[in-house]
């Protein structure tokens, strides 16, 4: 089936210590997204990349730092300048179009971050 | 300012009963599209339905239609035949057609907790 993965489901976080979330994607998609969500928020834009090798950042970057050197993946690292990393992580994939085409972004089922 | 605001933090709805889950946007772009999003429990996002700004008739897909009054820059999910499997968290999300990140990104209201009654 074609999906969005994210692992772990829920992952800690001691003082200090970076932390990569990973999001596999096999719906051939060339854009993919992170999203941070807080209790009783929306979501906010943290990267996103619309092709391999280039990602832009989104609001909410600072603290983060992403790669994109396959098209299925776009791991998300949460490094210890991310003072506030206790949240709800989406990842999320897309055909590329510009303007306000019917880009229908799809999304895996999130990662939970805690810090220790 | 708010982009998309969700004025209802919870709502309660009698199974089989239609809701109405309210969204109002502000944007001066012409150009934009209108997405709705349920959350589970379980955290993933699921796709609804979308209302592109210069469509002419409101969007439907199933139970889910939209009902979209441009002038009043709202958008509304009315779900009928409400289902228990309905409850859920859900999310009004708008992207407008500037450059940038802008056409891009998704920017989210604060969402609306469903819950369907026996």
């Known amino acids: 089936d074609g999906g969005i993965t994210q692992s772990p489901k829920y992952l800690f976080r001691k003082e200090g210590q970076n932390v990569t979330l990973s999001c596999e994607q096999n719906?051939?998609?060339?854009?993919m997204y992170w999203y941070r969500q807080d209790p009783g928020q929306g979501l906010r834009l943290i990267y996103y990349?619309?092709?391999?090798?280039?990602?832009q950042k989104g609001d909410i970057a600072e603290g983060y730092s992403v790669s994109r050197e396959k098209k299925e993946s776009f791991p998300l690292t949460v490094t210890s300048a991310q003072k506030n990393p206790t949240a709800f992580y989406l990842c999320?994939?897309?055909?590329?179009?510009?303007?306000?085409?019917?880009?229908?972004?799809?999304f895996g089922a999130g990662t939970r971050l805690s810090v220790l | 300012a708010q982009k998309i605001t969700q004025t209802q933090p919870g709502m309660f709805v009698q199974e089989k009963e239609a809701v109405t889950l309210d969204c109002t946007y502000d944007?001066?772009?012409?150009?934009?599209?209108l997405f709705w999003y349920k959350q589970p429990s379980s955290g993933e996002m699921i796709f609804l339905i979308y209302?592109?700004?210069?469509?002419?008739q409101n969007a439907t897909e199933g139970r889910y239609s939209l009902n979209f009054q441009k002038a009043r820059k709202s958008a509304n999910l009315v779900i009928s035949a409400s289902q228990l499997g309905d409850s859920a968290m859900y999310f009004c999300?708008?992207?407008?057609?500037?450059?940038?990140?802008?056409?891009?990104?998704?920017?989210f209201g604060k969402g609306t907790k469903l819950s369907v009654i026996p």
């Open positions: 990349s619309q092709i391999v090798n280039d990602f």
């Open positions: 209302q592109g700004s210069y469509d002419q």
């Open positions: 999320a994939s897309s055909i590329k179009t510009s303007g306000i085409a019917k880009n229908i972004q799809y």
């Open positions: 944007t001066s772009d012409p150009s934009y599209g």
């Open positions: 719906l051939n998609h060339d854009a």
């Open positions: 999300a708008m992207r407008e057609a500037r450059s940038g990140a802008g056409s891009y990104q998704l920017t």
